[in-house]
Structure formats: C-alpha cells, structure tokens
C-alpha cells in the first residue's frame, strides 16, 4: 500500500526550521512519504502561506489544550 503525499513539499521548508514547529518535530517527525513533491509551489505562493499559518493556529491551539492546568 502507498502513502498518500497531502502536504505540498514546498511546506517542508517551512516547517522544519520554524520555531514553533521545532520541538514537536523533534518528538515525532513528519513522515517524508507524505510530502508532495509533484507539488512545485513554494512560500511566494500565497495559497502556502495561508496554509502555514493554519498549520501554526492548529498548533498553538493544540499547545494551549495540552498544557496542563495548575
């Protein structure tokens, strides 16, 4: 069975580097199988970078549900 590639690999270049993305790819890195590469737009395409600020609201929301209350 393949992987099925959905994140546009111009992302990749992105994510990796970027801060906010840091520590959790370094617990559990995305599966290179799943970046597009037939996928040719890059950051100067706005459409990405919408999409990478989606990707980053999800992940602070997702940090804000996981801290735990004290």
């Known amino acids: ?5 959905y994140i546009p690999a ?5 994510i990796e580097p970027d801060p ?3 520590l959790s790819l370094s ?9 597009d590469y ?3 737009r890059t950051l100067a395409d706005f459409a990405l970078i ?4 989606q990707v980053r609201s999800i992940f602070q929301n997702a940090t804000l549900y996981a801290t735990p209350s004290t």
Do not use: H, N
Not at 10 to 14: I, N, R, T, W
Not at 27 to 35: N, Q, T, Y
């Open 1 to 5: 069975m393949s992987t099925m590639c």
């Open 27 to 35: 617990m559990e890195p995305i599966d290179i199988e799943v970046f």
């Open 38 to 40: 037939d996928d040719k």
């Open 50 to 53: 919408d999409t990478l600020q």
């Open 20 to 22: 906010e993305f840091r």
């Open 10 to 14: 111009g992302l990749k270049d992105a």
